[in-house]
């Protein structure tokens, strides 16, 4: 068994959560468990060193700097997040093992972004009409006052933070690897202009590079955050289904986007579809699901047609109409297997209705005016 | 009051039978309910010529004349079916009202055709993805031994029939109109191919022409002779909706294809999906849905890689290795959070599973070996 060496973090529960954030993978267990059971300062100082625990974080607490994290972060601009602060987002205390701490950049006051916000996610191998519908969601929920909440990833996570920015709406991106790491770096740019109007959201310290594990972690982050989850497309083996699943275990509201089923880009979206996600088309369906009740969709039909109000009887007779040859009475009442006086009586309602015309041989069908 | 003329019918229940099909039009709701009560030959016969539906059928009285229609079906080559017949469509009877009789033309055997069959309907307006759509599943379907019932219209009905005659399969279109008026004259080549294997069938008499009432009641019919309806594409004022509607009234399984959210042609398909229809992307997932209990579509899963069977642990290790530079297992433990002790254990068993190989300066991610 080795001993501790001396730990180089400052006092207070936030410098400790800081040194969990640097000491262990998101997600943790273990050590999600200590800090939730005695407190972040009292889980470090405290911690045994002949547990399996500390023996686990030897290598790295022989590295562990928090005076020297906390002054990167000052320097990147960054502000340090945690649980009790006015900031803190509460769909995160469902989580097991929720973040330690997170590092924000950017003027959106997290919290209160969070309370009204949809994740919008998908493949980072995105078709066209993915990115395309990714961004005209984003658009359309930012427009209606939700925050628009991804990953930055290549794909649709961009999509939806450039849909977001383009109506000048709500957005935060949630990384995976630090503040001063902007991944994917074709996206340095779109971080920058998040960090410029919205926020972006670590729950790994500066200096720490994206890995497949804090992918996923992160994925845990964006689900719990919001108050629901779109997925616009996904593959069979997308991440993005790992965030809906999540989202659906925490009770979060979860909805795909479909596609051509001959597009595996949007397979995984009909996955969830058929396991249970609501099929959502557009932003108002999704701001109906997500949205405080009362946001309804308008629900989709056809144009409205005068002949939409008739009794079905009156229907039959107006379809055996011709408009350009007039029928009789007696006709229409054979054609139809009506009695001659029901005939009369519907082709004076339809006549009435300016849908039919009478003439000396009969009945016509009104030309139907071009709709206005 | 006027009294009901002399009746051209022969004596016995399909010859009354006949002239209730012509006398009245499909689905109408008195004369299905007398005929149910009495029977179709009291119900002609004793016709109280003071009721309603007695003045109702006067002007087609006067033009009855059932030996002429049965010579005229006998001459077509078409046979009648009335309920008791081997032939009558089991599922038929629960319809409030049903036909008074079928004419069927065609080698196949009608009731064992529908007891195991599915609807594959949507839009005359198809698009191609459509109509590729309907085809392949129309296609599946008739390979797993369904009868694919449809329409025979243009655009997605004819692309069903078309993709169950593609792969030798039954099939059976129920048309609108009477069997001598091939509708729309476009397939009369394709409701040919069917009369020659399949089975083409109508409620009407022949000489009657398809009405949009006749369409709508025809839809009843495949909705309820089948035990499941697929809607492939749909506007949202679609007559397949209306199939789709009666399908689910009558406990029938109710499907439905997506499609790109921007396309009109697939809007009707998401709603239904939305109202409860089970999102179905390829022919296997409808037999399972249609089928009996244990036709299971395969559940959709991205192919098999050996880090599937990785624990958290070893895959967040695995992650770390790179291809072409190796690292220590100190390096591993620091970067991952793990005691240098579960960092040996872990990249042993990666070396074991010629996931991971090692050399003088530590380990390396082996490359990955090309999917055979």
New interface residues.
């Given amino acids: 068994m080795t001993a501790l060496p001396r730990l180089r973090v400052p006092e207070g529960d936030r410098a400790a959560r800081v040194a969990w954030a640097r000491?262990?993978?998101p997600g943790?267990p273990a050590a999600a468990r200590l800090v939730g059971a005695v407190g972040a300062e009292q889980a470090l100082h405290g911690l045994d060193p002949a547990s399996?625990l500390a023996?686990?974080?030897?290598?790295?607490l022989e590295?562990l700097d928090v005076v020297r994290d906390l002054e990167i972060a000052r320097a990147l601009g960054a502000r340090l997040v945690v649980p009790g602060d006015e900031e803190w987002p509460a769909g995160l205390d469902g989580l097991a093992a929720p973040p330690f701490c997170l590092w924000v950049k950017g003027p959106l006051e997290l919290r209160e972004a969070c309370a009204r916000s949809v994740a919008v996610v998908g493949a980072r191998a995105a078709t066209g009409?993915g990115v395309?519908?990714a961004r005209e969601l984003a658009a359309g929920l930012a427009e209606r006052r939700f925050t628009v909440v991804s990953g930055a990833a290549y794909g649709i996570d961009g999509a939806a933070h450039e849909g977001a920015l383009a109506v000048y709406g709500a957005t935060v991106a949630v990384v995976a690897g630090g503040l001063d790491r902007p991944y994917p770096a074709g996206h340095a740019g779109l971080l920058g202009r998040i960090t410029a109007v919205g926020a972006v959201v670590s729950e790994v310290p500066p200096g720490s590079s994206p890995?497949?594990?804090r992918f996923l972690s992160r994925n845990r982050l964006i689900a719990t955050m919001t108050q629901g989850t779109v997925v616009v497309e996904a593959?069979?083996?997308s991440g993005s289904r790992n965030t809906a699943t999540t989202a659906r275990d925490h009770h979060r509201v979860v909805c795909a986007?479909?596609?051509?089923?001959?597009s595996a880009a949007?397979?995984g979206c009909?996955?969830l579809?058929?396991d249970g996600a609501?099929?959502v088309?557009?932003a108002a369906?999704v701001a109906q699901e997500v949205g405080p009740i009362g946001e309804l969709a308008p629900?989709?039909?056809?144009p409205y047609t005068p002949e939409d109000d008739l009794e079905?009887v009156h229907?039959?007779v107006l379809?055996?109409l011709r408009v350009h040859a007039s029928t009789t009475a007696?006709d229409v009442?054979?054609?139809?297997?009506?009695?001659?006086?029901?005939a009369v009586s519907a082709l004076g309602i339809l006549v009435a209705n300016d849908l039919a015309a009478r003439d000396q041989d009969g009945y016509r069908r009104a030309r139907r005016p071009s709709p206005t």
Avoid: M, N
Wanted: glycine share 8%.
């Fill in positions: 000491l262990v993978e943790d399996a023996q686990r974080l030897l290598p790295r590295t009409y395309h519908q890995t497949r594990w593959g069979l083996r986007v479909p596609g051509p089923v001959s949007s397979a009909h996955v579809i058929r609501i099929l088309t557009d369906e629900h989709k039909e056809g079905p229907r039959a379809g055996f007696e009442a054979r054609q139809c297997g009506t009695s001659t006086a029901e």
